[in-house]
C-alpha cells in the first residue's frame, strides 16, 4: 500500500488544520492506521491511530480532545483533524499503516511497514 500526506502548513496557536492520507494500491481494511510526528532532534512519536478493524481510535495523551481520527474508507483516505494547536505540536507528521501488527504495539512506529513522505505542520506563538 503507498501513502500519501498532505495538508500541513504555517498556522497561529490556536488554530487548525486537516491532514489527509491517502492509501493507493490496495484497500486499508485490515490495516492498522496511525499518524506520528517527529519534531527537531526528537524521536518519532504516536500522534493518534486507528486499530485494525478501525473500531476503535488511539490518542497520545497530549492531543486528546484537541485532535480526532477519521476515515472515509470510499475514499481510501484517513484524516487528522487538529483543533487548539499549540506550538509544541509544530513538527513533520507521518502516516503509518500495517497489517498484521499487534494491538499492543499501536504505538510503537518501528511496527509499522508502510509510509507517507510527511508533511510539515508549524505552529507559531
Known amino acids: 500500500v503507498q501513502l500519501q500526506a498532505s495538508g500541513g502548513g504555517l498556522v497561529q496557536a490556536g488554530g487548525s488544520l486537516r491532514l489527509s492520507c491517502a492509501a493507493s494500491?490496495?484497500?486499508?481494511?485490515?490495516?492498522?492506521m496511525a499518524w506520528f510526528r517527529q519534531a527537531p532532534g526528537k524521536e518519532r512519536e504516536f500522534v493518534a491511530g486507528?486499530?485494525?478493524?478501525?473500531?476503535?481510535?488511539y490518542y497520545e495523551d497530549s492531543v486528546k480532545n484537541r485532535f480526532t481520527i477519521s476515515r472515509d474508507i470510499a475514499k481510501n483516505t484517513v484524516y487528522l483533524q487538529m483543533d487548539s494547536l499549540k506550538p509544541e505540536d509544530t513538527a513533520v507528521y507521518y502516516c503509518a499503516a500495517d497489517n498484521s501488527i499487534i494491538q499492543s504495539e499501536y504505538r510503537n512506529y518501528v511496527q509499522y511497514d508502510y509510509w507517507g513522505q510527511g508533511t510539515l505542520v508549524t505552529v507559531s506563538s
Open positions: 494500491g490496495r484497500t486499508f481494511r485490515g490495516y492498522a
Open positions: 486507528f486499530s485494525r478493524t478501525g473500531g476503535t481510535t
